[in-house]
Nanobody, 125 residues
Framework: QVQLVESGGGLVQAGGSLRLSCAASGRTFSRYNMAWFRQAPGKEREFVATVSRSGSIVDYADSVKGRFTISRNNAKNTVYLQMNSLKPEDTAVYYC??????????????????WGQGTQVTVSS
């Protein structure tokens, strides 16, 4: 099992930046594909970005491509989401997720076994 704790959320003006972190417990972090999802009020949880176990494969939702960067540091058991050029529509609770079952990281909510508690990101216009 792995426990995930997100941090770094907050209030930022449109055009600004935030860096989210997700710290994982345990000594097997490198066995997990990691992902970020988000959920806005009244909407379903949606895929944002994912990174493979070694960090060699990354994938992004079209809505964030070119603005967000996902990365990981296996020595620190941490995955990051650098968010630049933020827009009001990026406002949501951001969740970190982990999956150990497949090689290629997935985009689906159902593809992840472990979830953090979420961190709120609010972008004002």
């Amino acid at each position: 099992q792995v426990q995930l704790v997100e941090s770094g959320g907050g209030l930022v003006q449109a055009g600004g930046s935030l860096r989210l972190s997700c710290a994982a417990s345990g000594r097997t972090f490198s066995r997990y594909n990691m992902a970020w999802f988000r959920q806005a009020p009244g909407k379903e949880r949606e895929f944002v970005a994912t990174v493979s176990r070694s960090g060699s494969i990354v994938d992004y939702a079209d809505s964030v491509k070119g603005r967000f960067t996902i990365s990981r540091n296996n020595a620190k058991n941490t995955v990051y989401l650098q968010m630049n050029s933020l827009k009001p529509e990026d406002t949501a609770v951001y969740y970190c997720a982990a999956d150990s079952h497949v090689i290629t990281p997935r985009r689906t909510v159902g593809g992840y076994d472990y979830w953090g508690q979420g961190t709120q990101v609010t972008v004002s216009s």
